[in-house]
Nanobody, 125 residues
């Protein structure tokens, strides 16, 4: 069992930055691919970025590429998402997710077995 807790969301103006964090409470964090997704009301949950257990492979969605950096600190069981040059369309809830141990990187939400409760990001123009 893995519990994921996100924090760091908030309200900012367009063009500014936010850093989201997710702390994992449970086993095997350092062996799990981790990811960030986001979901606006009435829309499908969409992939934002993912990173392998050893941080050697990271991927991001086209909609955020060049504006986000995913990273992890396995010693602290921490996943982060640095978001720069935020846009109003980035406004939504952001979720941290974990795959099963040793599973490869994936952009599919169905591949992730543990989810956090989400943190809200609001970007005003």
């Amino acid at each position: 069992q893995v519990q994921l807790t996100e924090f760091g969301g908030g309200s900012v103006q367009a063009g500014n930055s936010l850093r989201l964090s997710c702390v994992a409470n449970g086993r095997d964090f350092s062996s799990r691919t981790m990811a960030w997704f986001r979901q606006a009301p009435g829309k499908e949950r969409e992939f934002v970025a993912a990173i392998t257990w050893n941080a050697q492979n990271a991927q991001s969605a086209d909609s955020v590429r060049g504006r986000v950096t995913i990273s992890r600190d396995n010693a602290k069981n921490m996943l982060r998402l640095q978001m720069d040059r935020l846009k109003p369309e980035d406004t939504t809830d952001y979720y941290c997710a974990a795959r099963a141990p040793a599973a490869p990187i994936s952009r599919q939400k169905s591949d992730y077995v543990y989810w956090g409760q989400g943190t809200q990001v609001t970007v005003s123009s």
